[in-house]
């Protein structure tokens, strides 16, 4: 999310910076507008504009104690990146929101993070993960490919099945697996496009325009209270 929030001239602060120990604790939302969606992606497209007007982020703690955070995060989606380690695979955590987005029906694409932690691999900054993976070395591509078949498996054995997104050919039978590091911004072009495209190509209806009420939905009740003499209110 840092490395999105910095696009564009008008970046935004730090997520990590504002969060207790770095780690995210609570649902923020974070606005990609679609000049930057199609700035970021224009070497993956082609210089193709998006239709989409932009993405609106919901970003949900991964850490094991905030389950009803990301609950409510998966019921919002329209569609959800999860991020996994590729060095860790998947942990207790991801799991439960895999079960999250199943139940709530919510298509996804995987982030494979870290790449960068992949010994001898070379990063970098805002390259795409098909021009790194030509210039990264075969017996590096043989370490990569050993984290990538062991998630293989790990999905395999919760029902999904995911296939690195450039061999993909029919995105309806196999989950987009995206390689990445959000450290260096290596791949992310890549996650953005692939996000984008999939959210356009199946999730049309949404993304039109419409006549009507507008919906709106709370990710977060504050209650307030007054304390002392002041009257000045504080969320509890």
Known sequence: MDHFRSLGSERQASVMDREAGGITQHIGATEVPAKILNETCAAM??????NSPGLLF????GHHSFTSLRSR??????????????????QPQTIESLR?????????VVAANKVDRIHGWRTEKGRSFIESWANQRDDIRHFFDERYWKLLGQFSEHGFNIERYDKIRDFKSNLALVPCSAKDGEGLQDLLTVTVGLAERFLDERLRDTLGDG???VSRNERRKRIG????????
């Open 100 to 108: 999250i987005l199943r139940d709530k029906q919510t298509p996804f």
């Open 58 to 61: 919901i970003d949900t703690p």
């Open 45 to 50: 497209t082609g210089g193709k504009d998006f």
């Open 229 to 236: 003499q002041n009257n000045r209110c504080y969320p509890q």
């Open 73 to 90: 995060g998966g019921a919002l989606a329209d569609i959800a990146i999860l991020v996994v380690d590729i060095m860790e695979g998947l």
């Open 215 to 217: 919906e709106g939905t």
